[in-house]
């Protein structure tokens, strides 16, 4: 009984590690196609060329920038200018905000 307990508990362990590896990603370096302001929303909603839902929050249409991140202006001036040129630009989502992916970080390369 005891092994049989060890080996459901092994099995639902993975299971768990498994569903919070899935809650944050990196989206790639991608073309950003919308960067959108939405009354109602507490931050910046953006959108990638191709997207997925990587902070596991049951949206795959829009990512969250949330007003309360401490870089914000940093991370929507990097959100605006790689809009703007039309540069690819790598955003780490990690999480929900407002059901939506949040971003956490974001990568510039060239």
């Not at 920038?65 to 401490?70: F, P, T």
Request: net charge neutral.
């Amino acid at each position: 009984m005891i092994r049989i307990f060890t080996i459901f508990s092994l099995i639902l362990s993975l299971f768990f590690i498994e569903t919070a590896l899935a809650a944050e990603g990196a989206s790639g370096p991608k073309k950003i196609s919308k960067v959108l302001w939405y009354e109602g929303h507490n931050g910046l909603l953006v959108a990638q060329s191709s997207m997925s839902d990587l902070g596991g929050c049951g949206k795959s249409s829009l990512y969250m920038l949330e007003e309360k991140h401490a870089y914000f202006k940093e991370i929507y001036s990097l959100i605006l200018a790689a809009h703007i040129s039309g540069l690819p630009i790598d955003l780490y989502i990690s999480g929900c905000a407002e059901s939506y992916p949040r971003i956490q970080h974001v990568t510039s390369t060239q």
